[in-house]
């Protein structure tokens, strides 16, 4: 996610906004700029890399100002580059935004038709020209951002600073927070409370669909028609560390609950209006990838390896490709069968993980088609395959990995959809279904991390068992895996993720009454066999958790404990399934008084073999 900081006051405003950004650095970025209305005009500047470069690039300057922005830029639309960093400058208006704008396609055809000339690739620069645009056709700031807001779709927060009245600063939000800060004399914007929170601890947050105007010492906020839209400020009473974690204890927790932005994020601007496409630009637009292709092979390491488990049986439901899934350690030490006709999926958070990059540069040796799915634009996955397709997770600071895996199952899911419609799999009813219940997707996540509250007792509950095992079915095979995982990495007790149906080969022999039993038991085709072993494992004392289908009236007798999820199609469960597991995990570490966010003996990104 990128920052944002503004500011309207007697301070010298370069040192509030480099002082706002350097807070806002925890967030992760890869460029940063200001903008400074300076001796009758707005000053940019901007530089790829860490803000000690922009620094560089300002010292000896002397940009005094009493209005400025700053950003830092997290790429998603545009690599990382001096041109793509905000602020973004079109006529008299400087702009920062922090989300993904959905039609910023047909607004810079459009506005380029009409003179408009542009200098990055990013989405944001529209935003900055529309403004522009309607303040020439003679609009006041204030109704020229109004009306270029009603042109755009999707997701924004916005500063915005314009020549022609520099003693007004414009914020707005659509689905991507933003902040007004009333300090004494001063008012300041930003993306997150800690930026400013050295200034002042009285905020108005604002909502979706709303604007703020900050001029003469008070700060309005307006809907979209322009009517004023009295609001309380409110005291914010965190201390810059637990701000920055937006009042979670740890990141971790912060990015579980951020899940349903994550993948409204990840799915924006990818389905056509008609719900008749998955729309990845460029990629195979003409068809002839999927024809000339036999054989997908899925390669990642740790958690992104069983979102490929996952994209297996995803991809082989939905498009009848053979597929096969594959640990980047291992997978080129077996001499793959790999050629022209393979098409080669490596999944990745940090886009670095040294073994899935050496996978990679294998397959492409040996002729394959590459296509990523990765978090972080510009990474060295993204740049050395033929196609990526990113996940708008936003930077994932904890290093154990909750948001960007469920939005690699939502990639999956859509890259399924979009093989299955090309290889003519999946009617246009199929689609239109299936788009359906994925559109219905974030809803679910909110319900089921409105729940955390009873997945916090059972985790306290549990929390002295030195050994789990977790056991799944079909596509819920992989979310056991990977729920093992969880627990593994953050709370350090043994767990162990099994295929339900392979009890009676061995594992049986361990059940009993020391080693909780995790099971994913949501109703689909697999549920009776799964209640069978159940049944096994309830014979013999096991105690048993288990995560079911809301509804379900034959399981809570058989089992110790029962976490609900909502019912969707069986293709989505694991998403749903993944949240409850993550939470698990996250308590069982936490009542054990764990670094969390920095589990011992793991980092973020494995860049070495
Ligand atoms: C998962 O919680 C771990 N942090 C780890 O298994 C991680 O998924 C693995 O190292 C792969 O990282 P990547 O997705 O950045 O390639």
């Known amino acids: 996610m990128c920052g944002i900081v503004g500011y309207l006051g007697p301070r010298e405003t ?149 020549e022609k009245e520099p003693e007004k600063l414009i914020g707005a939000r659509n689905e991507s927070p933003l902040v007004v800060g009333l300090g004494e004399g001063e008012l300041l ?90 729309i990845f630009e460029g990629l195979d637009s003409d068809g002839k990838m999927v024809k000339a292709i036999n054989r997908i092979a899925l390669v990642a390491c740790g958690t992104s390896y069983h979102a490929a488990l996952v994209g297996r049986y995803l991809i082989e439901s939905l498009c009848r490709i053979p597929v096969e899934a594959d640990i980047g350690s291992e997978f080129r030490y077996r001499n793959p069968l790999v050629d022209e006709k393979t098409l080669l999926v490596t999944i990745s ?26 978090n972080v634009v510009e990474s060295s996955l993204s740049r050395e395959s033929d196609y990526t397709i990113f996940t708008y997770a936003g930077p994932e600071i904890g290093v154990a990995s909750t948001k960007a895996f469920s939005t690699q199952l939502v990639i999956l899911y859509l890259l399924s959809l979009f093989l299955g419609k090309r290889t003519g799999y999946i009617s246009h009813t199929q689609m239109d279904e299936f788009i359906g219940e994925l559109v219905r997707l974030p809803h679910l996540l909110e319900e089921v991390v409105r729940g955390h509250k009873e997945i916090e007792r059972i985790g306290r509950k549990y929390v002295h068992a030195e050994n789990f095992l977790y056991l799944g079915r079909g596509i819920n095979y992989p979310i056991a895996l990977e729920g093992a995982l969880k627990l593994k990495e953050i709370s350090y007790i043994h767990a162990e993720g099994y295929p339900a149906g392979e009890m009676k080969h061995g594992p049986i022999a361990l059940i009993d009454r020391e080693m909780p039993v995790v099971v994913l038991a949501t109703k ?52 749903l399934l993944t949240i409850p597991l993550q939470l698990l995990a996250y308590y069982m570490a936490d009542f054990k008084g764990n670094d969390v966010d920095q589990p011992r003996n793991l980092a973020k990104s494995v860049t070495v073999e």
């Open 14 to 162: 370069v040192g509030v906004l480099m002082d706002g950004l350097r807070r806002l650095e925890y967030r992760g970025y890869d460029s940063a700029g200001i903008a400074v209305f300076h001796g009758g005009k707005i000053e940019v500047r901007r530089a790829r890399g860490k803000l000690r470069v922009l620094e560089e690039a300002i010292a000896g300057e002397s940009l005094e100002g009493k209005v400025g922005i700053g950003h830092t830029r997290w790429a998603t639309h545009g690599r990382p580059s001096d041109d793509n960093a905000h602020p973004h400058k079109a006529g008299s208006i400087a702009v920062v935004h922090n989300g993904i704008i959905e039609n910023y396609l047909s607004l810079k055809k459009v506005l380029t038709e009409s003179g408009h000339v542009f200098a990055s690739e990013t989405d944001t620069e529209v935003i900055a020209h529309l403004v522009d645009h309607f303040l020439r056709e003679d609009f006041p700031f204030e109704e020229a951002v109004r009306r270029a807001l009603g042109k755009i779709k999707g997701s924004y927060a916005l500063a915005v600073l314009c």
């Open 189 to 278: 914007i930003a993306s997150d409370t800690p930026a400013v929170l050295n200034y002042t601890r009285d905020f108005i947050f604002l909502e979706d669909g709303e604007m703020a105007v900050l001029s003469d010492g008070k700060a309005e906020v307006l809907d979209l028609e322009g009517k004023r839209i009295p609001r309380e400020p409110k005291r914010v009473k965190w201390n810059p560390l637990m701000a920055e974690k937006g009042g979670y204890k740890h990141f971790m927790l912060k990015e579980i609950m951020e899940q349903p932005r994550a993948i409204t994020d990840t799915i924006r601007g990818r389905i056509s209006e008609d719900r008749s496409e998955i």
């Open 349 to 374: 958070q940090s886009g670095e993980t040294a073994d899935t990059l050496a996978a990679l540069r294998e397959a492409r040796k040996r002729g394959a088609r590459t296509l990523g799915i990765c």
């Open 524 to 575: 689909d085709d697999t549920y009776e066999k799964v209640m069978n072993n159940i049944e096994e494992v309830h014979a013999r004392e096991g105690r048993i958790i288990a995560l079911a289908s809301q509804g379900d009236k034959e399981i809570a007798s058989k089992v110790e404990d029962v976490i609900f999820i909502p019912p969707t199609v069986s293709l989505l469960t694991p998403v």
